[in-house]
């Protein structure tokens, strides 16, 4: 009998929970609908991952407090 995907999925998950947890981090955090829709937007329309949006910022923040 074949197991059904996301059973499968899901034990892969169970499994691996502590080790994602240690190794990558979310952030609760909002913003005005209005500035949300119009950054996806532009995300999407130039193909930019959010990740990618939030490593430049943070290159940029350093860049401009730097000592």
Do not use: C
């Not at 999925?9 to 190794?23: G, L, P, V, W």
């Amino acid at each position: 009998m074949k197991t059904d995907k996301h059973i499968i999925d899901k034990r892969y998950e169970d499994k691996h929970k502590e080790e994602r947890k240690a190794a990558h981090a979310v952030w609760g955090t909002s913003m005005r609908r209005e500035d949300f829709e119009e950054l996806n937007k532009f995300l999407k329309k130039n193909r930019i991952p959010k990740v990618t949006l939030i490593y430049a910022g943070w290159a940029a923040l350093r860049e401009q407090y730097k000592d």
